[in-house]
């Protein structure tokens, strides 16, 4: 009978180490540590810190009271998402990401098994650069992978491990936070204002400075003075006087049209009749000179 009880009484011990309630308390494990007094009341606050304690195998990827100002001032409902892309659902120490093959993986958070995320926002990109440093990044596309390992806070092989990172990690898509990867809002272009219409009639256009009226003449006829006055340029005896390139030529311009069109004819008709009186008084002396002879 004694040995009966001692049975159940060990198999109840054994039942109790293996709850997970029993496994460990994130809230009292962060609570050892100031630094983290902040990201331990979010945690509280959002009853993630519930849902961490009821895992067997956890990591918490946790930032400090300077990085986690960024998260308290999110909305409640946005803090539980970024919260839970900080809990990774296996268990990681500094060891066992040394060891990953190629150097990079991708780690399941608890934010993809809430339901709530979609595509790639609820995994974690893993990396390990070519100079040693360990960080950390959403796998979403163009996310940035900038929060980097800073050091190992507490370790419960292979129940529970707590890693420091240097800064908050937040999906695109998610809070809108700088961290997240997502582009900055672009400002609307302002207009450039319009110029100030200039008063009078629409598309008149403005007066010359350097034009002027035409003169008018006493009998109300609009023309140019210069051209209808006495000795003007096109009338005077420049005309006539020697030009830009030389002497002017001795006869009237073979361009310029002749005054008198009749007496351009008279003249040309000229040669002829006196041609006719030549020839009439030529043969009278011939008829005289051959009269004198005869005689």
């Given at each position: 009978?004694?040995?009966?009880?001692?049975?159940?009484?060990?198999?109840?011990?054994?039942?109790?180490?293996?709850?997970?309630?029993?496994?460990?308390?994130?809230?009292?494990?962060?609570?050892?540590?100031?630094?983290?007094?902040?990201?331990?009341?979010?945690?509280?606050?959002?009853?993630?810190?519930?849902?961490?304690?009821?895992?067997?195998?956890?990591?918490?990827?946790?930032?400090?009271?300077?990085?986690?100002?960024?998260?308290?001032?999110?909305?409640?409902?946005?803090?539980?998402?970024?919260?839970?892309?900080?809990?990774?659902?296996?268990?990681?120490?500094?060891a066992k990401l040394e060891a990953i093959k190629n150097h990079t993986t991708l780690l399941t958070t608890m934010f993809q098994s809430s339901g709530k995320a979609t595509d790639r926002?609820?995994?974690?990109?893993?990396?390990?650069?070519?100079?040693?440093?360990?960080?950390?990044?959403?796998?979403?596309?163009?996310?940035?992978?900038?929060?980097?390992?800073?050091?190992?806070?507490?370790?419960?092989?292979?129940?529970?491990?707590?890693?420091?990172?240097?800064?908050?990690?937040?999906?695109?898509?998610?809070?809108?936070?700088?961290?997240?990867?997502?582009?900055?809002?672009?400002?609307?272009?302002?207009?450039?204002?319009?110029?100030?219409?200039?008063?009078?009639?629409?598309?008149?256009?403005?007066?010359?400075?350097?034009?002027?009226?035409?003169?008018?003449?006493?009998?109300?006829?609009?023309?140019?003075?210069?051209?209808?006055?006495?000795?003007s340029a096109a009338d005077g005896p420049e005309a006539d006087g020697p030009t830009a390139d030389g002497p002017a030529a001795d006869g009237p311009s073979a361009d310029a049209p002749?005054?008198?069109?009749?007496?351009?004819?008279?003249?040309?008709?000229?040669?002829?009749?006196?041609?006719?009186?030549?020839?009439?008084?030529?043969?009278?002396?011939?008829?005289?000179?051959?009269?004198?002879?005869?005689?």
């Open positions: 009978m004694a040995s009966h009880s001692r049975t159940i009484a060990l198999l109840l011990v054994l039942a109790g180490l293996a709850s997970p309630s029993a496994a460990f308390n994130i809230t009292r494990l962060l609570g050892e540590y100031s630094d983290f007094s902040t990201f331990n009341n979010l945690l509280s606050q959002t009853k993630l810190a519930d849902e961490i304690n009821r895992r067997q195998t956890i990591t918490v990827l946790a930032v400090d009271n300077g990085a986690a100002s960024g998260i308290s001032s999110l909305d409640p409902d946005v803090q539980r998402k970024v919260l839970s892309m900080h809990v990774v659902l296996d268990y990681y120490d500094t926002m609820g995994f974690l990109n893993f990396t390990k650069r070519s100079d040693g440093v360990m960080v950390f990044g959403s796998a979403q596309p163009g996310a940035p992978k900038n929060s980097q390992m800073v050091k190992s806070v507490a370790s419960r092989p292979y129940n529970i491990s707590v890693l420091q990172v240097s800064a908050p990690i937040v999906p695109p898509g998610v809070g809108g936070s700088p961290d997240s990867g997502a582009p900055p809002p672009h400002n609307k272009a302002t207009a450039p204002a319009p110029a100030p219409k200039a008063k009078g009639k629409t598309g008149a256009p403005p007066p010359k400075d350097d034009e002027e009226a035409p003169a008018t003449s006493p009998s109300g006829e609009t023309g140019d003075p210069l051209a209808d006055a006495p000795g002749s005054p008198h069109k009749k007496g351009s004819d008279d003249a040309a008709d000229a040669p002829s009749a006196a041609s006719r009186v030549v020839e009439g008084a030529g043969l009278g002396m011939v008829a005289l000179l051959m009269t004198i002879i005869w005689l």
